[in-house]
């Protein structure tokens, strides 16, 4: 039996997977990056890409040679490819794994490899522990301790939570698969994916049906599947492929979806207290419905008629959490105007290949366009960011005409002249005043010496502050989910400052990052500090990470009025020079 046909994501993954073992057979980069910008074209692409495969077209997506299409057909059409399967049987497994290490790259790893045959997670800690790392050229004691700390992140997260960005695109295709089931009348996510948490477990999705068996056989049978691990008369959960993400589909008929629904959005805390309230009023509130003390079983047709019956405003699924969204929806309190994707106008935040950005300017304002954005910010790296192709101020200058050039071309949009500045150690910017006062948007950045102790950052973050010319602090707290620690500091004091300069804060929505975190949103808010909700963008397909910032932002109760990229074009330059001019 010949195995089933891979999809676009599995194939977008041992792309990647192929990168990374020609990293660690030492190929130069440009054989390497071929197989990112063809990962990267994938998950881009909409087009269905077995249709491209059987017409022989994959060469018609920009960077995808006729090499790499072969490749990809004999993925798309087998199962398997030649050239990944030789390069897998050259190292121990372990080594792709040690590479989602902080402080390890291909060169690092291959050099633990072979000068102490650590080929694995675990044979690295046993190394390290015994002080074996630390004798190594290009390693040391510091080193060696900084691995310690990368394996504990990685153990505490690795096989347990994983990201929401990671997860969501699985969960969209099956529920476009599941809508289109014999019979559904209504599906839906629940649990943390609908409550859009940062970090997902298991997968729960409601589907209500006259029948279940048939909607059930649309998972069981869905691409990406690697073992249905149960399947009953109204359940059926499933392991994927991708991610080892377990997927839990629930089918129901539609009299009760609503309550269901509820029931398995969560989050627990939320439902224990309005258990308890429905007590109070006499009702007993389950997944199986709202029922009076006799037994009477009421209609709740849609959420909201269950918050309605308890005398509360409908509460968004992005808020349950029982953190005083049941005090305030009680008290007609609930902000009533949450951000909406459809409330954006602009993107922020961005990078080109002028810097470490996959696509050119063109590309990328003819895409955000696409996407039904009024304009995007130009905010390439800053000359200390040499690592990432940082502009020096001529080049900065240079890149002006060729967005003006753009700007000519793509009529209706429009590209800002930005920077993504770095914020130095001392607090400093790492251009002066009188070029960054030319610019439209100016965000400020740390992205090196991370390590400094909560006094020194804050300091650095506040000077920072005080520079008249910096507009918005990028992704705030420098976390990457799962793989760094946020940098210390003091939040309280540096969103005091912020509201007192009229200093702006992004919710950054790359899917590693959601930096500012919901949290941290809502004491921005209470301090009336403005934010943007950022994409980051580094390649086309990054533009949809603002749906990530909005979630995020939603979850801090972040209304419409105070997220500035809500605003056209000039109002939004015109607000963000305005507030650090007061």
């Not at 509201?499 to 949290?519: F, I």
Request: hydrophobic share 40%; net charge negative; charged share 30%.
């Amino acid at each position: 039996m010949s195995p089933p046909p891979l999809d676009k994501a599995a194939v977008a993954r041992i792309l990647r997977e192929i990168s990374l073992l020609l990293q660690l057979k030492g190929e130069n980069a440009f054989k390497v990056r071929a197989y990112d910008t063809g990962a990267d074209r994938l998950l881009g692409m909409t087009q269905e890409l077995g249709a491209l495969v059987r017409e022989g077209r994959l060469t018609e997506l920009p960077g995808i040679g006729q090499g790499l299409a072969d490749k990809i057909a004999e993925l798309v059409t087998t199962g398997k490819l030649g050239l990944y399967e030789e390069l897998k049987a050259a190292f121990p497994p372990g080594l792709l794994e040690m590479l989602q290490l902080p402080e390890l790259g291909p060169k690092k790893v291959m050099a633990l490899w072979n000068e102490l045959k650590v080929g694995s997670v675990a044979d690295l800690e046993k190394a390290c522990r015994e002080g074996r790392v630390r004798a190594l050229k290009g390693f040391g004691a510091r080193s060696e301790a900084k691995i310690l700390e990368g394996i504990a992140l990685h153990q505490r997260v690795h096989g347990k939570r994983k990201r929401l960005g990671d997860v969501l695109p699985t969960v969209e295709g099956l529920l476009e698969r599941l809508k289109a089931a014999p019979g559904v009348v209504r599906v839906s996510p629940a649990g943390s994916v609908r409550r859009r948490a940062e970090t997902v477990g298991d997968v729960d999705l409601l589907a209500s049906a006259p029948e279940a068996g048939p909607v059930l056989d649309v998972l069981a049978t869905a691409p990406g599947v690697a073992v249905v691990l149960g399947k009953g008369e109204s359940k059926c959960s499933v392991r994927m492929t991708e991610g080892d993400l377990q997927v839990d589909l629930r089918v129901l008929p539609d009299e009760d979806f609503a309550t269901a629904l509820h029931h398995f959005t969560g989050s627990k805390a939320h439902h224990v207290r309005l258990r308890g309230l429905g007590q109070d009023k006499g009702y007993k509130i389950s997944e199986w419905g709202v029922h009076r003390a006799d037994g009477t079983k009421l209609l709740i047709r849609e959420e909201a008629d269950l918050y309605k019956l308890l005398g509360m405003q409908d509460i968004p699924p992005e808020l349950r959490e029982d953190s005083g969204e049941i005090e305030a929806a009680l008290e007609g309190r609930l902000p009533e105007d949450l951000l909406t994707l459809e409330d954006v106008r602009g993107a922020v935040h961005s990078h080109s290949t002028w810097s470490d950005g996959r696509n050119s300017l063109e590309e990328m304002a003819r895409a955000a366009q696409a996407l039904g954005f009024q304009y995007l910010t130009v905010t390439e790296h800053s000359q200390a960011a040499v690592y990432a192709g940082g502009l020096k101020e001529e080049e900065l200058e240079r890149q002006w005409e060729e967005i003006d050039r753009v700007n000519e071309a793509v009529p209706g949009f429009r590209l800002l002249k930005g920077i993504e500045v770095d914020i130095l150690e001392t607090g400093a910017l790492d251009y002066r005043d009188s070029v960054l006062e030319r610019l439209e948007v100016v965000i400020g950045s740390v992205h090196i010496r991370h390590g400094m102790d909560e006094e020194q950052m804050t300091r650095r973050l506040l000077s920072a502050m005080d520079n008249p010319c910096l507009n918005i602090i990028g992704h705030p707290t420098g976390r990457l989910i799962h793989e760094r620690e946020p940098y210390p500091f003091r939040m309280e004091e540096v969103l005091d400052r912020a509201a007192e300069r009229g200093v702006v804060m992004e919710v950054n929505g790359s899917p590693a990052r959601l930096d500012l975190k919901a949290e941290h949103v809502r004491q921005a808010v209470q301090r009336g500090v403005k934010l943007v909700v950022s994409v980051d963008a580094h390649k086309i397909s990054d533009l949809h990470h603002v749906a990530f910032a909005v979630a995020t932002a939603r979850k801090g109760w972040a209304r419409k009025g105070e997220v500035l990229n809500t605003l056209p074009a000039d109002p939004f330059i015109a607000k963000l020079k305005a507030l650090r001019a007061r």
